[in-house]
Nanobody
Framework: QVQLVESGGGLVQAGGSLRLSCAAS????????MGWFRQAPGKEREFVAA????????SYADSVKGRFTISRDNAKNLVYLQMDRLKPEDTAVYYC?????????????????WGQGTQVTVSS
């Protein structure tokens, strides 16, 4: 079993920055891609960003491209999401997820394990 725990969420003003972290435990996640998703009230969970097993390939949703950066530290079993120039529409619960394979995927059905989520609120 794999446990994923997100941290770093909070309240920030529009234009500000936050860095989310996802700590994995239970077994090594170094050989699997990781992703971030988010879910706003009344909306479907949507893809935000993903990174392959080595960190050499990434993918972003169009809505966050150029503002968010995903990265990973395999030695520490950590994945990060640096969020800059935040907008009120970025407000959501953000979830970390472990892919079933090493490559990058953008659909949630490709992910086997999920964290509990961390709330990000951006005020206008």
């Amino acid at each position: 079993q794999v446990q994923l725990v997100e941290s770093g969420g909070g309240l920030v003003q529009a234009g500000g920055s936050l860095r989310l972290s996802c700590a994995a435990s239970g077994r090594t996640t170094s050989y699997y891609a990781m992703g971030w998703f988010r879910q706003a009230p009344g909306k479907e969970r949507e893809f935000v960003a993903a990174i392959n097993w080595s960190g050499g390939a990434t993918s972003y949703a169009d809505s966050v491209k150029g503002r968010f950066t995903i990265s990973r530290d395999n030695a520490k079993n950590l994945v990060y999401l640096q969020m800059d120039r935040l907008k009120p529409e970025d407000t959501a619960v953000y979830y970390c997820a472990l892919d079933r394979s090493a490559g990058v995927h953008t659909t949630r059905y490709e992910y086997a394990y999920w964290g509990q989520g961390t709330q990000v609120t951006v005020s206008s």
